[in-house]
């Protein structure tokens, strides 16, 4: 159940954290009506990445986690993030990766398998924040992330905008053989 909420969880905190989300959006209409479930168009008071779970579609469910992922003090409020996740079979996963910028411009990760539960910042060792990519101040706005469970070279691609190419697309691939990241150049 966890994974299942947190891919709509960590969309809706974002929302709720300052990103603007079109007023059509039918999630976040019903989300707004329900009676029980923190609205998601305000700031919320933790700020940061959140999950919200709901039992049931938003306008007849009710809300039973408000968990705090990352905290506000490691986030850039009101950039955008990007989620992929690897799936064994329908409905079982075997990893979550949420990709964010920190306050200080650094590309960071934070990693959910069942066997270490969420792990990010500092006390992530194979997280990509450990390789302190930096992300060009004037293009906060560009993130994106791929992944390729059946590849054993770039297994998750992350691409930004970086300082030293502001022209172009940078990616950080993750090589599945090594668990390392590698910085690449879109031409």
Request: one cysteine or more.
């Amino acid at each position: 159940m966890l994974l299942k909420t947190l891919f709509l969880s960590i969309i809706l905190s974002s929302i709720a954290s300052g990103l603007s989300a079109p007023a059509e959006d039918h999630n976040i209409t019903l989300a707004s009506k329900a009676t029980n479930i923190h609205p998601v168009s305000v700031p919320t008071s933790k700020g940061g990445i959140e999950q919200l779970c709901v039992n049931g579609p938003f306008d007849l469910g009710s809300t039973f986690c408000d968990i705090t992922l990352v905290p506000a003090s490691e986030v850039l409020s009101g950039t955008p993030f990007a989620v992929v996740n690897s799936l064994v079979t329908p409905n079982v996963y075997t990893e979550f990766r949420l990709y964010y910028l920190s306050k200080t411009l650094v590309l960071s990760e934070l990693i959910w398998t069942p066997a270490t539960n969420i792990r990010f910042g500092a006390n992530c060792a194979d997280c990509l924040t450990q390789y302190g990519f930096q992300v060009e101040p004037s293009s906060v706005q560009s993130l994106y992330a791929m992944i390729n469970p059946s590849s054993l070279t770039s297994y998750v691609r992350v691409g930004f905008i970086s300082p030293g190419s502001p022209n172009t697309i940078s990616e950080a691939i993750l090589n599945k053989n090594t668990n390392k990241w590698t910085l690449s150049t879109l031409l």
